[in-house]
Structures are given as C-alpha cells and as structure tokens.
C-alpha cells in the first residue's frame, strides 16, 4: 500500500500491537519461542498516544508495560478466539513519547496512531493543534504517517457535526504533509461521512476497524459472548475484537467501494488465516492489519504476512 509514494507495504500491526516503541509486551518473551510468530513483513504502528498523559484503565510502568501481568480490563475467550478491552487509551502523552527517541530512530516506514480525547469538538482541535505542533518539532530518520483514531470523539455525533469536526482535525493533521490515514470504527462512522472523504485533499486513505463497542445492535452479545452484559461493564462495556468482526468489516468496506470510494483502505478486524487475508482482498481493502491473531494465535502470524504479501493489493 502507497501513500504519496510511500510504500507502507501489505500488512500493517494494529495500533499498540507492538506497544508505542516497537519493543511489545512481556508475553511476547516466551512467545518467540513460537516457530510461527514472526513479524518480519509487517509495518509498525504505534499504540495510540494522546496530547496528555492519559492514566486510562491499564496502568504502566517507565518502560510502558502494564503493571498487572493480566489487566483487568481486558478479557478473553481463548478458545472463541475473542477480546474484549476498555483499557481508555493510556498514554504518556506525546512529549513523554517523543523524548524517548524511539520514533525518530526508526529506519523503514511506519505509523504514530494518535487521538484527541477532550469532551468538545473545541477541546479536541487544541489536542490536535498541541500533538502535531510537538511533531513537527522533531527530526525522523524514516518516512512516517498519521493513523488519526476518530472512533471515539464521533460516537453518538449526527453526521453534519462529523464532517465537520473530521475536516477540522484532518486539515490540522495535514499541515505535517506527511500520510494521513483516518481510522474508524463501522460500529460509529456514518457511511455518509466517510464516502466524503474521497473530496477531503487531507485524507490519503482509511483504516477500519476499530473494536466494536460491547453492546452494539449489529451482533447478537448472547450468542458471540455468552452474555448481554459485558465483564466489563464497571469500564464502559469495551470494544470487541475477533472472528464475528470479519464479515461486518468487510461488508463495510465492499460498499465503500461500490459507492465510488477510490482512496487506500487499510482493513482489518477478525483476521486468524490466510482465507480471511483473502476475504479482504476480494471486498477491495488495499491492504490490511493484524492485531488479537498476534496476541490468541502467535504461531500463525509468519504464515498469514507471507501469505498477505504474496498477493496482488490494489492501490
């Protein structure tokens, strides 16, 4: 996948697959262990880092692993291949980040996931203006991009107050004229809004998707979770990750297509085999990402890059 002639390449890491450095979490220790997890093939994207230090609902430490071996905001059914987080965005916040160096000492092409968090649309276009005036300031060795997340601030927004806070934030993001690449849940984005992007000069491609809030009317909770009350409840319910995601995304994204929409689209959500790669190829995704596989089925990852980029994605 090219973005203003930068090859971000077929497959992508879901944001904070990888942590906000590149380096993971504990569990990947051992898992290295296993012949199958390999991430060589895949672009890195940071996890999500906001203007602020955001505690969130998963504490870390210096070195930005989670203080609790097993957060309690995550939950998992290993066996459904399903999770479940509410972890709040936790961020140091972008200076923090920043004055680690860690981006700037990249070598190949990757992405800084970034979100503005703030209760008004005025409070969250001063976040922007504050994370891409501390951007600029610094100096990287490799070309780079935006994966701005718009899930959140939109959710429960009409559409007219979405476009028009999404062409703010976008146009503010556009001034670094580096890649920008929106990323969207289907359970929040209005198709309406984001079939106008294919006009927005700022956007140079899209991402879907984020989780899927617990809750949502569009899944049957009893039959995918085994209950209409989520185990996260006390967070906010959280957002779904998994297999039922798969065929919704798609969906989502063969009808972007069918409607004229012609910019990249970075899809995933669901991806466990080489098949649901395929699936997304044929709804019309330009390339894809990968996150709950690396975490429930390590020991496939390796098969599904190599197979992810031996085929033809359409730009």
């Not at 066996?79 to 479940?84: A, E, T, Y």
């Not at 899809?267 to 990968?290: E, N, T």
């Amino acid at each position: 996948m090219k973005i203003n002639g930068i090859d971000f390449g077929n497959v992508l890491g879901a944001a904070g697959v990888q942590n906000f450095s590149g380096d993971g979490y504990w569990f990947h220790r051992p898992y290295k262990l296993l012949p199958g997890l390999d991430l060589s093939g895949m672009t890195f994207v940071s996890k999500t880092v906001t203007a602020g230090g955001r505690a969130g609902n998963m504490p870390m430490n210096d070195s930005c692993q989670p203080k609790e071996w097993f957060p309690k905001a995550v939950k998992i059914r290993f066996w459904k291949k399903l999770m479940l987080n509410a972890l709040g965005l936790p961020s140091y916040g972008i200076n923090w980040h920043l004055n680690t160096m860690d981006w700037q000492k990249r070598r190949e092409p990757f992405m800084i996931s970034i979100a503005v968090t703030r209760g008004t649309r005025q409070g969250r276009i001063d976040e922007m203006n504050y994370i891409t005036d501390a951007i600029d300031q610094e100096g990287f060795s490799a070309p780079y991009g935006l994966q701005v997340n718009l899930s959140c601030p939109n959710t429960g927004h009409n559409l007219s107050e979405a476009v028009r806070e999404w062409d703010d934030l976008l146009e503010i993001a556009g001034f670094l004229r580096v890649p920008v690449m929106p990323k969207f849940s289907i359970a929040s984005a209005p198709m309406p809004a984001v079939l106008a992007l294919e006009n927005n000069s700022c956007c140079d491609g899209i991402c879907l998707s984020n989780t899927i809030p617990f809750g949502w009317k569009g899944l049957d909770w009893k039959i995918v979770w085994g209950s209409e009350v989520s185990p996260l409840a006390k967070y906010g319910g959280g957002g779904l990750s998994g297999p039922p995601l798969l065929p919704l995304v798609c969906d989502y994204i063969k009808c972007l297509r069918d409607k004229g929409f012609t910019k990249p689209i970075n899809g995933g959500g669901g991806i466990f085999c080489q098949k649901d790669v395929d699936s997304y190829l044929q709804a019309g995704a330009s390339s894809i990402f990968l996150g709950t596989v690396i975490t429930l089925r390590p020991w496939r990852v390796k098969g599904i890059i190599r197979h992810a980029n031996s085929l033809n994605w359409p730009n």
